[in-house]
């Protein structure tokens, strides 16, 4: 059975970090494309982050640029998602997805973990 578990969300100040975790199980980890996704308050699902088989390949989109870091343990299963200088507009539910921002298909897998960022 394929699972994906978000942690690492929470309550952050604007300007502040966190740093979310998706644990992987019951699939080949190292030979999927993954993506992180973001569903906030009212709106619909957004493409944030990717990163290939190695790590080696990443894409961000232009809000996150520069702040966010999107990262991978093969061996330990792990995709990571380090994210600095967080802005109230980043509030939203983060999500681990198979596939990269063409290949996605849409799928939630997880039931992601919250990041709230407020004064």
């Known amino acids: 059975e394929v699972q994906l578990v978000e942690s690492g969300g929470g309550l952050v100040q604007p300007g502040g970090s966190l740093r979310l975790s998706c644990a992987a199980s019951?699939?080949?980890?190292?030979?999927?494309?993954m993506s992180w996704v973001r569903q906030a308050p009212g709106k619909g699902l957004e493409w944030v982050s990717d990163?290939?088989?190695?790590?080696?390949?990443?894409s961000y989109d232009d809000s996150v640029k520069g702040r966010f870091t999107i990262s991978r343990d093969n061996a330990k299963n792990t995709l990571f998602l380090q994210m600095n200088s967080l802005k109230p507009e980043d509030t939203a539910v983060y999500y681990c997805?198979?596939?990269?921002?063409?290949?996605?298909?849409?799928?939630?897998w997880g039931k992601g973990t919250l990041v709230t960022v407020s004064s």
């Open positions: 997805v198979f596939g990269t921002r063409s290949t996605w298909s849409g799928k939630i």
């Open positions: 019951g699939l080949t980890f190292s030979r999927n494309d």
């Open positions: 990163i290939n088989t190695s790590g080696g390949t990443t």
